[in-house]
């Protein structure tokens, strides 16, 4: 199946820094890239959808300016933690779509996750 | 908008017992997916099974096994003869054909040796 990476796999910052976390599909171009956040013991939420070349579409109660996604190419997605504080800390997973043919099922693979901590 | 119930918070069994982890959706698409998803301690999403609302037969994969009933709106996942190799924490997700995934809550299976 296709294959997606997260980079970094473990962050740890302090307070008030702002971190990237990258998304990226390896052996296929997605046009369609989503964002989770899992705090612990707990389900995946969806934060938000990222299509390429357009604004990303955030879920209720997300905050824009906060979480800032950028999907610039067909292969690459960023979420960007702005001024980052302990209540962020949480697994973000990207997921990235391939597109299905015809009426085919739009088939998501997930990301491994990046575990954040701030400090 | 789909709404998918795991009622079951946590479940602990010794090697090689049956287990059946439930799941119960509710949706007013007549078109929708199923999945089942296996989240070891290592934090990845592991795919197990994707299922759409026309395809109501059972299927078997090995010792894992998977009952759909739409009469129920239950999608339950058996997996058979557990083994310490299947703790973990398995998530059932529904979506309406638009890849945006709702999550149930998540079952974490305990097996014991």
């Known amino acids: 199946g296709a294959v997606v990476s997260q980079h970094p796999s473990r962050v740890i910052c302090k307070s008030g820094t702002s971190v990237k976390i990258e998304c990226r599909s390896l052996?296929?171009?997605?046009?369609?890239m989503f964002w989770y956040r899992q705090f612990p013991k707990q389900s995946l939420m969806l934060m938000a959808t990222s299509n390429e070349g357009s604004k990303a579409t955030y879920e209720q109660g997300v905050e824009k300016d906060k979480f800032l996604i950028n999907h610039a190419s067909l292969t690459l997605s960023t979420l960007t933690v702005t001024s980052a504080h302990p209540e962020d800390s949480s697994f973000y997973i990207c997921s990235a779509n391939v597109p299905g043919q015809g009426t085919a099922y739009n088939e998501q693979f997930f990301g491994p996750g990046t575990r954040l901590t701030v400090l | 908008a789909q709404k998918v119930t795991q009622a079951q918070t946590e479940i602990s069994v010794v090697e090689k017992e049956d287990v059946t982890l439930d799941c119960v959706y509710e949706t007013r698409d007549t078109t929708y997916y199923l999945f089942w998803y296996k989240q070891p301690p290592s934090g990845e999403l592991v795919f197990l099974i994707r299922?759409?609302?026309?395809?109501?037969q059972n299927e078997i994969s090995g010792r894992y096994s998977w009952n759909f009933q739409k009469s129920t709106s239950s999608f339950n996942f058996t997996i058979t003869a557990s083994q310490v190799v299947d703790s973990a924490v398995y998530f059932c997700?529904?979506?309406?054909?638009?890849?945006?995934?709702?999550f149930g809550k998540g079952t974490m299976l305990l097996v014991s040796p």
């Open positions: 299922r759409n609302s026309f395809d109501e």
């Open positions: 997700a529904a979506d309406s054909g638009y890849s945006t995934l709702t």
């Open positions: 052996d296929f171009q997605a046009t369609t």
